[in-house]
């Protein structure tokens, strides 16, 4: 049972360009989300999170959206550099269980 | 002010032998979390310790595998008897409290190859 959704597992985007990644979940329980990024070889590095009762948080290049009613989120990051180029995990989690439930990640690649 | 550290990286076993894990958590963290990825998979929650208490072992398979977090020294994700099924990498990752909004910092993984 994935309660967490990641349906697109690659994305190209141009250099410059905004890069928009998507997530679904569906366990209403959850009201802490965060975005992971991986480089091969890597452990995950914490990017940006969001409470459930917040709809917007921004740091730098990355912007992440929350729409509660709907059970998803996207990361926004722009302008998109070749560094970008990793594969993105949502993840989330709920008050009382410490776990981080993952979705299976999205591969970006940045094009010069 | 060094990261998350897990050892070794990569660990290569034959079916039925014995693989020990280990994570140093960041300095001044006290709960450590593991995670498995099999390939093309996200990450799976296995099992959250604090200092010489488990809390929360849900993701844990019953048989074969055991975590713990000794007073002093790291902690150790050990799996007995493994299969070719264990393969996978194998993260750690630690947080200073818990709680909702505390961020969980990973270590580089350790990669394992069971033969």
């Known amino acids: 049972d994935q309660q967490v959704k990641q349906n697109s597992p690659s994305l190209s985007v141009q250099e410059g360009r905004i890069s928009i990644l998507n997530c679904d979940y569906t366990?209403?329980?959850?009201?802490?989300f965060l975005w992971y990024k991986k480089y091969p070889a890597e452990g995950p590095t914490f990017l940006i999170s969001?409470?459930?009762?917040?709809d917007k948080n921004e740091d730098g290049r990355f912007t992440v959206f929350l729409n509660k009613s709907a059970k998803h989120l996207s990361l926004h990051i722009v302008p998109s550099q070749p560094g970008d180029s990793a594969v993105y995990f949502c993840?989330?989690?709920?008050?009382?269980?410490?776990?981080?439930?993952f979705g299976t990640g999205t591969r970006l690649t940045i094009i010069p | 002010n060094a990261g998350v550290m897990q050892n070794p990286r990569h660990l290569v076993r034959r079916r039925g032998q014995e693989a020990r894990l280990r994570c140093s958590p960041m300095?001044?963290?006290?709960?450590v979390y593991w995670y498995r990825q099999l390939p093309e998979e996200g990450l799976k929650f296995m099992v959250y310790?604090?200092?010489?208490?488990?809390?929360?072992e849900s993701g844990m398979p019953k048989e074969r595998f055991s975590a713990e977090f000794p007073k002093e020294g790291p902690s150790i994700l050990r799996i007995q008897q493994v299969v070719r099924g264990d393969s996978a990498a194998y993260f750690c990752?630690?947080?200073?409290?818990?709680?909702?909004?505390?961020?969980?910092?990973f270590g580089p993984g350790t990669r394992l190859l069971v033969l």
């Open positions: 990752a630690s947080s200073p409290e818990g709680g909702l909004q505390e961020t969980q910092y």
């Open positions: 366990n209403s329980m959850f009201d802490y």
């Open positions: 969001i409470s459930s009762i917040k």
């Open positions: 993840a989330a989690r709920y008050l009382g269980n410490e776990k981080l439930t």
């Open positions: 300095k001044g963290h006290s709960h």
């Open positions: 310790l604090q200092k010489e208490n488990i809390i929360d």
